[in-house]
């Protein structure tokens, strides 16, 4: 995605050197990096460690996850304001 690529680039870190530091391959930090595949749940909380959060999990949401999300958020906002 692109703030991973951009986190890359400003950190001076290739994709082999991200890929060592998160136990995969450089060919998945590639397809992350491009668009072209989504890490699983552990590489993206692994990447949100790696980048001291400035690549959050939820950077790898669809726009209908996020929605969601926010659902759940409003839902939880309302049942705590209820209690």
């Known amino acids: 995605m692109d703030q991973l690529a951009k986190w890359m680039k400003t950190n001076k870190v290739s994709g082999s050197a991200l890929a060592e530091l998160l136990g995969t391959t ?3 930090t590639s ?4 668009g072209n595949g989504v890490p699983g749940p552990y590489y993206q909380r692994a990447l949100e460690i790696a980048t001291e959060g400035a690549v959050p999990a939820d950077t790898w949401l669809t726009p209908a996850e996020r929605l969601a999300l926010d659902g759940v ?3 939880t906002a309302a049942r705590k304001a209820g209690e």
């Open 73 to 75: 958020r409003a839902r």
């Open 31 to 34: 397809l992350w990096t491009t």
């Open 26 to 28: 450089r060919q998945m």
